[in-house]
């Protein structure tokens, strides 16, 4: 069985811009030149920016990653790009693309990534608590006090994913509903949400879903849904793309491998002292390529499109 993908096909308009004229056709080629040069030096935009990464996985997201990205801009004196992808598929085709220098991925998008040709090493995961390890809980929800009592229950229901490439709100969900004996193509009406806040809102409303999946972050902060399993997922990696100059990605590590709350705070990062940063921040700790192990044996047991490169 495989799991379908639901990428978005990425259009190449280059030849039609020859209508635009002389001049247009001039700009394209100073464009290229730019794009030529940042590829020959490494980098995705130039030698002194830092382009960072990220899906929106919630509304919070880009505030959630600003004292991180300001710490990085401060310790390596470049200035730190924010790039948002509009999902999981655009963040894998920019890693490929060569157009980010570093980023925060999931578990399953590193993988796949990685699969299709992306030049990225992964030099830590964050965790929110002090004494806690890389990972997280992918979690299997209801709306509260609905009669869907188990994931077996999920069966011919309306159910929430997060997005054909996420981790914790498709990959090990769709696993775990395997492991039922439940398609999560045919057996259940597979909604996708687009983030894992969505994904918790429409299946507290109980109406276009029945149920769902998401991260355990975005269900703790929800009264209108109940956690019915759970399961722990690989924690999701910060990268750093291997064009980049030697001390630049030795700079990253060094930056990003082991960096706590505190240590930002204490550079100046007055940001970093707040509730909503807190709530997603405690410290970061090392990981490598094995860690993603388990996301690829799952990759092999459901034999998910996704994975493939």
């Not at 109406?207 to 703790?220: I, L, N, P, Q, Y």
């Not at 509730?275 to 390529?289: I, N």
């Amino acid at each position: 069985m495989n799991l379908r993908a639901k990428n978005a096909t990425v259009a190449l308009a280059g030849a039609a811009l020859l209508a635009l004229g002389l001049s247009a056709c001039s700009g394209n080629a100073g464009a290229a030149t730019e794009e030529t040069t940042a590829a020959a030096s490494g980098y995705a935009v130039d030698e002194n920016t830092i382009v960072f990464g990220v899906v929106p996985d919630s509304a919070d997201t880009e505030t959630n990653y600003k004292p991180l990205m300001d710490y990085i801009a401060q310790e390596t004196g470049k200035t730190v790009e924010y790039h948002e992808s509009t999902d999981y598929a655009a963040l894998i085709e920019a890693a490929i693309a060569g157009k980010i220098d570093a980023a925060s991925f999931s578990g399953f998008t590193y993988v796949t990534a990685t699969n299709n040709g992306a030049e990225i090493t992964p030099i830590s995961s964050i965790v929110t608590g002090e004494g806690q390890e890389p990972g997280y809980f992918s979690q299997a929800i209801v709306p509260t006090g609905s009669d869907i009592s188990s994931l077996a229950d999920f069966k011919g229901k309306k159910v929430c994913f997060v997005d054909p490439s996420s981790t914790s709100g498709y990959l090990f969900p769709s696993y775990n509903l395997l492991q039922e004996n439940i398609d999560p193509e045919t057996d259940v009406t597979p909604v996708f949400a687009g983030k894992h806040d969505v994904s918790v809102q429409k299946v507290g409303e109980g109406v276009e879903c029945e149920a769902g999946f998401a991260e355990d972050s975005e269900v703790e902060a929800s009264d209108k849904v109940e956690v019915v399993a759970e399961t722990m997922v690989p924690g999701a990696p910060i990268v750093y793309s291997n064009t980049l100059p030697e001390d630049v990605q030795q700079q990253l590590i060094d930056i990003l491998a082991e960096v706590t709350i505190d240590d930002i705070i204490a550079a100046g990062i007055d940001s970093a002292d707040s509730e909503g940063f807190r709530s997603v921040f405690f410290e970061t700790k090392p990981v490598d390529d094995e860690y993603y192990d388990t996301v690829r044996d799952i990759c092999e047991e459901t034999n998910a499109t996704q994975c493939q490169g």
